[in-house]
């Protein structure tokens, strides 16, 4: 195949574009701090049901956070928060393949707004270490 110099040149810039537009994208998000809505897909499964790729909105981000020693125990002051809803919709698919036991009904929150805040068990996966 024989490209004109022209042809050449757009590919070349065209190429080129969506680099750097793909850069840019992946440092604004590793840059960012902050809490925020973002679109999120998982797969819904539940024991009895096939499972069910769903897109929702969910909060991503990073917060602000610090520990620093002080000498009585604990010997650590903690100041930790977490990226989490503070509005949500709750949102119901029906998974498919169910046994005629198992409900095809699957519950989750899809997020209006994020926030950092402490991490409740309530709502939130918090590990501690």
Do not use: N
Request: charge should be positive; proline fraction near 8%.
């Amino acid at each position: 195949m024989h490209l004109h110099p022209l042809s050449f040149s757009f590919l070349f810039i065209l190429v080129a574009g969506v680099a750097v537009m793909c850069v840019a994208v992946t440092t604004t998000l590793h840059g960012f701090r902050g809490c925020a809505v973002r679109e999120f897909s998982f797969v819904a499964q539940k024991p009895g049901c096939k499972g069910l790729r769903i897109t929702t909105e969910a909060c991503w981000g990073r917060c602000h956070t610090w520990e620093k020693p002080v000498p009585d125990p604990p010997y650590i002051h903690r100041h930790h928060r977490v990226c989490t809803y503070s509005r949500t919709r709750h949102m119901t698919a029906r998974l498919p393949g169910c046994q005629p036991e198992v409900s095809p009904l699957y519950h989750y929150p899809m997020a209006l707004h994020c926030h950092c805040a402490v991490c409740s068990t309530q709502d939130t996966e918090c590990e501690t270490f």
